[in-house]
């Protein structure tokens, strides 16, 4: 069965450190991939789709990369208000979407 | 901008009782899908329906059914609510196979 695994559950940054959150994907034909933030009992809030290989996409703090069997979510600067828990998501050939558990990020000022 | 709307944000039901959830789209999306959500489980695609008065099972259909009579609304009804089926459910809608674009979510507590 595909799998979409991410990568830490948790992370706990001081506001401005940088880093990175993880999806990597069992390799069997992907379409696309997408990123969406979900805070707190609320529905996830799309942000990213990349289709293929070597894409790259930004916005503000946010930018994702995308390899054969991985896509990053480079988060630079971080402020408070990027506390969220980050989705990610596969869609493969079939049509399939398959949903990671997410990241739940916390961000301290 | 895309908006999805879901019927109520909290709602608390008896075991045994049926349940209706709504869900409301305004782009024309053809596709829209039912998740539930538990912690260290993810999203789980419950239903999903391509068309008016076409639905397909995902991957929890147990428990659960859909009805959509219009393209704008889909449906999730739990025919007799269980403790089991106390979770976040949260409506999405998308263009073809596009990126899903997702409602507020409801959380459902039976007791």
């Known amino acids: 069965e595909d799998q979409v695994t991410q990568s830490p559950e948790a992370l706990r940054l001081q506001e401005g450190e940088s880093s990175s959150l993880n999806c990597s994907y069992t390799?069997?034909?992907?379409?696309?991939l997408f990123w969406y933030r979900q805070d707190p009992g609320k529905g996830p809030e799309f942000l990213f789709t990349?289709?293929?290989a070597g894409e790259e996409k930004e916005k503000e703090r946010l930018k994702a990369t995308l390899t054969k069997k991985e896509s990053f979510l480079h988060i630079t600067a971080p402020k408070p208000e990027d506390s969220a828990t980050y989705l990610c998501?596969?869609?493969?050939?079939?049509?399939?979407?398959?949903f990671g558990a997410g990241t739940r990020l916390t961000v301290k000022p | 901008d895309v908006k999805v709307t879901q019927s109520s944000r909290y709602l608390v039901k008896r075991t045994g009782e049926k349940v209706f959830l709504e869900c409301v789209q305004d782009?024309?999306?053809?596709?829209m899908f039912w998740y539930r959500q538990d912690p260290g489980l993810g999203l789980r695609l419950i239903y999903f329906?391509?068309?008016?008065?076409?639905?397909e099972k995902g991957d929890i259909p147990e428990g659960y059914s859909v009805s959509r009579e219009k393209k704008e609304r889909f449906s999730l009804i739990l025919e007799s609510a269980s403790t089991n089926q106390t979770s976040m459910y949260l409506c999405?809608?998308?263009?073809?196979?596009?990126?899903?674009?997702f409602g507020p979510g409801t959380r459902l507590t039976v007791l």
């Open positions: 999405a809608s998308s263009l073809y196979t596009d990126t899903q674009y």
């Open positions: 390799v069997s034909g992907l379409r696309g």
């Open positions: 990349l289709y293929s």
């Open positions: 998501a596969v869609r493969y050939n079939n049509n399939d979407m398959r």
């Open positions: 782009m024309d999306h053809e596709n």
């Open positions: 329906s391509y068309d008016v008065k076409m639905k």
